[in-house]
C-alpha cells in the first residue's frame, strides 16, 4: 500500500481486495470475541477530528486499541481552524511526537492530502468536506462482500444527499472498481455535476434506481440543507425522494438495506425499511472496527 | 539628455514586423531607421522590440497589505515581466476610494520610478456597493478607469449611475463579473474536476448573468463599460454578439484562462485558486477564438499577489489569486503565438496598443515621437519558471515548474532602462 489512505480515488482494484481480504479475516476473529491482537504493538495512533464525529472515531479508536497500539484522541473545535495552530503545525507537531499513523476528520475538502503531504506519519482519511470517506466506503463493500460473494453484477442503488457525501464518492470510486454498478438519485439541487463521468449512474426517477437494485443505501439528509434551500421540508422530501416500504418492491426481494448512519427515520429510509430483516446497518458498524483494523495493519506493515 | 541607439532588432510596429534600428532621444522614440550613431549602443541582434506591455489590471496591495506586494515589489515584478505601465485595482486597505489614496499611491510609485503606475479608482465608496465615491475628485487626481474590482457591483441601479456618472468624467467602469449568491462561497469550476476533488464549485453563470446585466446595461445607456477577466466560452459569446450589435463593451482575459485548465486542482494545490476559478478545454478554446477575433481586446494579468500563509494551507481557507506579472508574456507568446497561430503583432495589440486606448493614455506603440516605452524580448529563449526567482512578494503561481517560450531581456519606460538581463544596455 502507499504511504496514506487519502480516498479510493486513487487505489486499485487489487489494493480494495487485498483490503477487504484482510478485513474479513478480522471480522471473523472479532465475532470471535478475539479483541487483543499485536499487530501495531508498539504504534501511536492518532484520531485528529476537526468535525465532531461519535462513530467514526470510536471505530478508529477501537480498532486501533484491539490491535495494541497506543491511541490518542484529539478533537478541535471548527471554529478554531481559521485562526488557531494550522493545519501544517499541528501535523509537524504530532510527527515530531513520534506518531505512526495520524486520522484525520476534516470539514475541507483536501485537507487530508496537505497532511500527508507534510508529515512523515501515515494518514488515514477519515472523511474530508465533500471529497472521500474511504473507510466508510470499504466497509460497505465489506459488507456487501460477504452477503453476495462478489461485486460483479451488482446493482447498488445510493438514494440520498449525493452531492453533499464523501460516502457516494468513495463508494463510487471502489464498488465501480470491482464491478458493481452505481445508481444514484436524488433532486437535481443535490446532485454533483457531471456524476456520470465519476462512474456513477444518474436515475431518472426513484423507481429506475430502485428497480432491481441488489442493495439499497440511504445517505441522511441533514436539515441545514432544506435551510440552504435545497428541498423544501423533510415531509416532501421523504415523499418524493425517501424510500419506504412501498418504494422498495422495486428492489429485488432481499435486497440489502444499508445506511453509513446517523439514520434520521423517516426521512431517507422510513422505520420500517431501517429495521427490516435484510437491514444490514447494524453489520455495517462491525465492519467498520474490521476494516480499519485491516487498513492500520497494512499501512504499518514494514 | 541620454542618447542611444537599440541596433539589429526586430521591431513591432503598427505597421508589421521592421528590422531597423531606434534613436532614442529625450525619452522618446526620436527616429526609426537604419545608420544612427550614438555614444551608447544596445545591440538587439536576434531579439524583438515592442511596444512596452500595459497591464491595465494589477493589486499591488499597497497600502494596507505591504506583506503581499507593495509599490516597489510590483514595479520591480512589472518590468521584469516587460510592463511599462501598470494599473492598480483599488480594493487596498484603505480602499482607493477618495483623491488622498490615489495621490499617496502615485507618489510612491513615482519615488520607485521603474514602470508608470496608472491608478483605478473604486468606483463606490469602500467598495460597498451602495454609494458612489468621490469620482470626479480622484479623476482630477489622476485616475485612469473606476472599478470595484474584487466585488462586483451587484446592484444594478448602483452599477447605472457609476456608468452614468463616471461617464461624465470620461472614464471607463470596469466591471468584475460575478453574481455572489451564484457562485455562493464555491472555490473552483463548476464540473467534472470539482465533482472528482469534492471541492466546492462555482458555475459559469455566476460570471455570465453579470456579463449579460453589464452588456444590457451599456447598450441601454449607450456607455463604454469594460468586463475584466472574462474566463468562460458563454462570457466570450455574450459580448461578441454584443460588439457585433455595436454596444460599446470591451473585455480582458489572464493567461491562466487560456494557459491552463481546471484539471489543476485535484492535487489541492491552493496556487490554482484563483477567481474566477479555472475552467475547462472548452472555455479555454474559447478564449483563445476570442483573442482571435478580437473579442477580446486586451490580455492583463490580475496580478494577485499573497502571501505564502494564505496559500499554504487548506484550500478552502487559502486566498485567491496567481501573481501573474512575471509570467505573462511568456505564457501568452507560448500558448497563443507558439501553439496557436496568433500573430506577433497581434499578441502586441492585446498587451499594449488595446489597453493604452482604452484607458486613454499614452503609449502602446512604437512610432517616431512617441514615449520610448519599449519592452525587448528573446522569443528563442525557453526556461522554466521557478516562482522563488519571483521579484514579486508573491510567489503564488500554477506555472511553477512549466517550460515557457520567450523572455524579457531589456524593459525601457520614458527611455530609460528599468530592467536588463542577460543584453548589454
Not at chain 1, 175 to 196: C, D, F, N, Q, W
Not at chain 1, 241 to 267: C, Q, T, W, Y
Not at chain 2, 304 to 332: C, M, Q, R, V, W
Request: glycine share 10%.
Amino acid at each position: 500500500m502507499n504511504k496514506d489512505l487519502l480516498g479510493l480515488r486513487g487505489v486499485s482494484k487489487e489494493e480494495i481486495e487485498e483490503i477487504l481480504s484482510v478485513a474479513g479475516h478480522m471480522k471473523k476473529l472479532l465475532k470471535q470475541g478475539v479483541k487483543k491482537l499485536p499487530n501495531l504493538q508498539g504504534k501511536s495512533v492518532i484520531t485528529l477530528f476537526y468535525e465532531n464525529s461519535t462513530r467514526t472515531r470510536v471505530s478508529f479508536e477501537l480498532a486501533s486499541k484491539y490491535m495494541s497500539a497506543v491511541a490518542v484522541n484529539i478533537n478541535v473545535q471548527a471554529s478554531s481552524v481559521a485562526k488557531g495552530e494550522t493545519l501544517i503545525d499541528t501535523g509537524k507537531t504530532l510527527d515530531a511526537m513520534q506518531s505512526d499513523v495520524i486520522i484525520i476528520r476534516h470539514s475541507m475538502s483536501g485537507a487530508p492530502a496537505l497532511l500527508a503531504k507534510n508529515v512523515k506519519a501515515h494518514v488515514i482519511n477519515a472523511g474530508d468536506g465533500t471529497n472521500e470517506h474511504p473507510t466508510q466506503a470499504l466497509l460497505d463493500m465489506l459488507t456487501i462482500e460477504e452477503h453476495y460473494g462478489g461485486f460483479k453484477g451488482l446493482k447498488v442503488a445510493i438514494l440520498g444527499d449525493i452531492k453533499h457525501s464523501r460516502v457516494a464518492k468513495s463508494n463510487i470510486f471502489g464498488l465501480t472498481k470491482l464491478g458493481a454498478e452505481v445508481v444514484l438519485y436524488s433532486p437535481a439541487t443535490m446532485m454533483p455535476e457531471e456524476i456520470e463521468r465519476l462512474g456513477g449512474r444518474r436515475a431518472k426517477s426513484r423507481e429506475e434506481a430502485l428497480h432491481n437494485a441488489d442493495v439499497v443505501m440511504g445517505l441522511r439528509i441533514q436539515l441545514e440543507r432544506q435551510q440552504g434551500g435545497l428541498f423544501p421540508t423533510l415531509s416532501e422530501y421523504n415523499k418524493f425522494f425517501g424510500v419506504g416500504e412501498r418504494e422498495l418492491e422495486s428492489a429485488k426481494i432481499d435486497a440489502m438495506i444499508m445506511h453509513p448512519g446517523p439514520v434520521n427515520r423517516g426521512v431517507e429510509l422510513s422505520s420500517a425499511v431501517i429495521d427490516a430483516d435484510n437491514s444490514f446497518i447494524e453489520d455495517q458498524v462491525l465492519s467498520g472496527v474490521a476494516v480499519r483494523m485491516a487498513i492500520l495493519s497494512l499501512l504499518t506493515k514494514k | 539628455m541620454y542618447t542611444y541607439v537599440i541596433k539589429n532588432g526586430t521591431v513591432v510596429t503598427d505597421k508589421g514586423l521592421i528590422e531597423c534600428d531606434l534613436l532614442i532621444e529625450n525619452g522618446r522614440i526620436a527616429k526609426i531607421g537604419k545608420g544612427f550613431t550614438a555614444d551608447n549602443i544596445i545591440d538587439a541582434s536576434g531579439k524583438h522590440i515592442l511596444p512596452g506591455f500595459i497591464d491595465m489590471h494589477v493589486h499591488l496591495r499597497d497600502p494596507g497589505y505591504e506583506y503581499k506586494e507593495d509599490i516597489s515589489s510590483g514595479s520591480r515584478a512589472a518590468v521584469k515581466g516587460g510592463f511599462t505601465q501598470i494599473a492598480c485595482m483599488p480594493n487596498t486597505k484603505p480602499i482607493c476610494d477618495n483623491a488622498a489614496v490615489v495621490g499617496y499611491i502615485l507618489k510612491r510609485a513615482s519615488e520607485v520610478g521603474l514602470c508608470r503606475v496608472l491608478v483605478i479608482g473604486a468606483a463606490t465608496k469602500d467598495e460597498k456597493g451602495e454609494e458612489l465615491a468621490e469620482i470626479g475628485k480622484m479623476k482630477e487626481a489622476g485616475i485612469v478607469a473606476v472599478s470595484d474590482d474584487g466585488q462586483p457591483v451587484w446592484d444594478s441601479r448602483i452599477m447605472r449611475l457609476v456608468i452614468e456618472y463616471a461617464g461624465d468624467f470620461g472614464l471607463m467602469v470596469l466591471s468584475h463579473c460575478e453574481d455572489k449568491k451564484l457562485s455562493d462561497g464555491g472555490l473552483v469550476n463548476e464540473g467534472y474536476h470539482s465533482s472528482l476533488a469534492g471541492l466546492k464549485g462555482i458555475t459559469r453563470a455566476a460570471e455570465e448573468v453579470m456579463v449579460a446585466r453589464d452588456i444590457i446595461l451599456a447598450e441601454t445607456l449607450k456607455q463604454r463599460v469594460h468586463i475584466c477577466h472574462i474566463s468562460t466560452k458563454g462570457s466570450v459569446n455574450l459580448v461578441r454578439e454584443a460588439k457585433r450589435r455595436g454596444v460599446k463593451v470591451t473585455c480582458e482575459t489572464c493567461p491562466h484562462y487560456f494557459g491552463a485548465t481546471d484539471e489543476m486542482i485535484l492535487n489541492y494545490d491552493p496556487s490554482t485558486k484563483v477567481n474566477p476559478p479555472l475552467r475547462e478545454d472548452s472555455d479555454v478554446e474559447a478564449i483563445i477564438e476570442g483573442l482571435k477575433d478580437g473579442t477580446i481586446d486586451a490580455i492583463v494579468t490580475d496580478h494577485a499577489p499573497h502571501h505564502k500563509d494564505e496559500k499554504n494551507i487548506e484550500y478552502a481557507l487559502a486566498a485567491f489569486g496567481i501573481s501573474g506579472l512575471e509570467t505573462s508574456f511568456a505564457l501568452s507568446y507560448t500558448k497563443l503565438v507558439k501553439e496557436n497561430g496568433l500573430s506577433l503583432l497581434a499578441l502586441s495589440k492585446l498587451m499594449s496598443a488595446n489597453p493604452a486606448a482604452m484607458l486613454c493614455v499614452e503609449g502602446g506603440s512604437i512610432a517616431e515621437g512617441v514615449k520610448a516605452d519599449i519592452t525587448v524580448c528573446d522569443l528563442n529563449k525557453e526556461w522554466v519558471v521557478d516562482s522563488s526567482k519571483f521579484l514579486s512578494k508573491g510567489k503564488n503561481t500554477p506555472f511553477n515548474g512549466m517550460k515557457l517560450w520567450g523572455e524579457v531581456v531589456m524593459t525601457i519606460a520614458d527611455g530609460r532602462i528599468v530592467y536588463s538581463e542577460g543584453i548589454n544596455g
